[in-house]
């Protein structure tokens, strides 16, 4: 097996470090990940101007590893339309803080797993709790076992994970709505500075990615690059018509 790991916080972060020599327990493990911090990226990529690629040796099991001077979505870009390898899966994170809710629109972690499904490769993209990677540490197996022992990929091709202190019983999810929103603050110069805080109210209600991780459950959401609103459609298309 084939594994490509990426993230959005460059690639000599501490999450990359951890899935890189997990990864390298289940395959043959290369490396494309972002030279400098990257997040809240989302599904962007650089299509004006060269792109500095520099080979890098991490130590971590990988095959190779190369840190790639753009997004996290122009890393999974490189390395599978670059290189013209065909991975059979690729990872993103760990990253430090959850993507939960309407964030994951935001979130260059969870852009590397759409860019994946739409090279039609099983992705995973890794989230944790920002203090510490030692629960995600001491758990990544069981959800590797999870996700591989259940076949989860013949469901669907992407899941964005989400692992809390606590590190409980994995849970499949659905995702929440909002957990961060942001102040601008003038701090003078003419520079405005975006602040983040948190705004998620807690229902208690599992299903959902953000109350379920908040309440110390691993959470397991299947993901699409679908952003069509499948009940409008079906509503407009009974009323004005269109193509079965």
């Known amino acids: 097996m084939k594994i490509l790991v990426t ?4 690639i000599l972060s501490e999450g990359l470090a951890l899935l ?4 390298a327990k289940l395959g043959e493990t290369w490396v494309a990940a972002p030279t400098a911090q990257q997040s809240g990226k989302s599904h962007a990529i650089n299509i004006h101007e060269p792109i500095s690629v520099e080979e890098r040796r991490l130590g971590l099991g990988e095959r190779a590893a190369f840190a790639v001077g753009s997004t996290p979505v122009d890393c999974v870009r490189f390395a599978t339309l670059g290189l013209k390898i065909k991975f059979d899966l690729i990872l993103s994170g760990i990253n430090r803080g959850y993507n939960l809710g309407e964030d994951i629109l935001y979130s260059g972690t969870v852009g590397a797993l759409f860019e994946g499904a739409l090279q039609n490769t099983p992705s995973v993209a890794f989230s944790a709790e920002y203090t510490s990677f030692k629960p995600a540490e001491g758990c990544l197996e069981r959800i590797f076992d999870f996700l591989l022992g259940n076949k989860l990929f013949e469901h669907n091709l992407a899941y964005n994970v989400n692992i809390p202190p606590q590190a409980g019983e994995i849970v499949i999810t659905r ?3 909002a957990y961060f ?4 603050q003038n701090v003078g110069g003419g520079l405005w500075k975006q602040e983040g805080f948190c705004v998620h109210k807690n229902t208690h209600d599992i299903s959902l990615d953000t109350d379920a991780t908040v309440d110390g459950f691993i959470t397991v959401t299947p993901m699409t690059t679908d952003r069509s609103d499948r009940a409008t459609w079906e509503k407009l298309r009974a009323r004005f ?4």
Do not use: L, P
């Not at 018509?241 to 079965?244: E, F, L, N, P, S």
């Open 7 to 10: 993230n959005d916080d460059g």
């Open 181 to 184: 929103s942001d102040e601008w």
């Open 175 to 177: 995702q929440g709505g």
């Open 241 to 244: 018509g269109g193509a079965k």
């Open 20 to 23: 890189t020599r997990q990864a």
